[in-house]
């Protein structure tokens, strides 16, 4: 699996940002995200019970993370046709802010090394990826948890503040300063 401090691999695949078959989908790659952070989440199958809970609670973030001149995008090993469907059957879905990659080739999934070798699906791997392309954070959860997007809002923020961040530190709050820390010793 693909950690911190490596390159994001390229890749190229078609996404699905609509539900308007005229404009539903767009082709996307890695060069898309040069000189941004982004947050790359994947779930493991669409049509399925934890992965729309993750999708609409990132969704509701997409701003927050827009803010912080970082992209969301959700993935899987869905085809671009099944996003659609998906996002056409599920009302929570519809209006969805970030596109939802389909990694049908599972190129991108194997090269970051996240698919499970019993299902074929992706685990529940999130990256966060500087303006770079250094991946900077990596989590990745069995099929049947979901994740905190809380979390990662809170860890990219720690990532640009470029400071020492202590546990549950947020955005707005103090620091670690290492010389009045080594003063106190």
Same mark, same amino acid.
């Given at each position: 699996?693909?950690?911190?401090?490596?390159?994001?691999?390229?890749?190229?695949?078609?996404?699905? !940002?609509?539900?308007?078959?005229? +404009?539903?989908?767009?082709?996307?790659?890695?060069?898309?995200? #040069?000189?941004?952070?982004?947050?790359?989440?994947?779930?493991? &199958?669409?049509?399925? *019970?934890?992965?729309?809970?993750?999708? $609409?609670?990132?969704?509701?973030?997409?701003?927050?993370?827009?803010? @912080?001149?970082?992209?969301?995008?959700?993935? =899987? !090993?869905?085809? %671009?046709?099944?996003?659609?469907?998906?996002?056409?059957?599920?009302?929570?879905?519809?209006?969805?802010?970030?596109?939802? /990659?389909?990694?049908?080739? @599972?190129?991108? +999934? %194997?090269?970051?090394?996240?698919?499970?070798?019993?299902?074929? $699906?992706?685990?529940?791997?999130? *990256?966060?990826?500087?303006? =770079?392309?250094?991946?900077?954070?990596?989590? !990745?959860?069995?099929? +049947?948890?979901?994740?905190?997007?809380?979390?990662? /809002?809170?860890?990219?923020?720690?990532? #640009? =503040?470029? %400071?020492?961040?202590?546990?549950?530190?947020? &955005?707005?709050?103090?620091?670690?300063?290492?010389?009045?820390?080594?003063?106190?010793?």
């Amino acid at each position: 699996m693909l950690t911190v401090g490596q390159k994001l691999p390229e890749f190229q695949v078609t996404a699905t !940002v609509g539900t308007d078959p005229d +404009s539903a989908f767009k082709n996307f790659s890695n060069k898309d995200l #040069q000189g941004k952070w982004s947050v790359i989440f994947f779930w493991p &199958k669409d049509f399925t *019970f934890i992965c729309p809970t993750e999708i $609409v609670a990132y969704d509701k973030l997409f701003n927050d993370f827009a803010d @912080r001149d970082c992209l969301l995008l959700g993935a =899987s !090993v869905d085809s %671009e046709f099944v996003h659609l469907a998906w996002r056409k059957h599920k009302d929570d879905l519809a209006n969805l802010k970030m596109p939802m /990659l389909a990694d049908v080739r @599972r190129e991108l +999934s %194997e090269a970051l090394g996240i698919l499970s070798p019993a299902e074929g $699906v992706p685990f529940r791997a999130t *990256f966060i990826v500087d303006d =770079s392309g250094i991946i900077r954070h990596v989590t !990745v959860n069995d099929l +049947s948890v979901g994740r905190n997007p809380q979390e990662t /809002l809170r860890i990219l923020d720690a990532l #640009q =503040s470029d %400071e020492l961040c202590p546990c549950n530190w947020k &955005k707005g709050e103090g620091t670690i300063d290492v010389k009045t820390e080594i003063g106190k010793l």
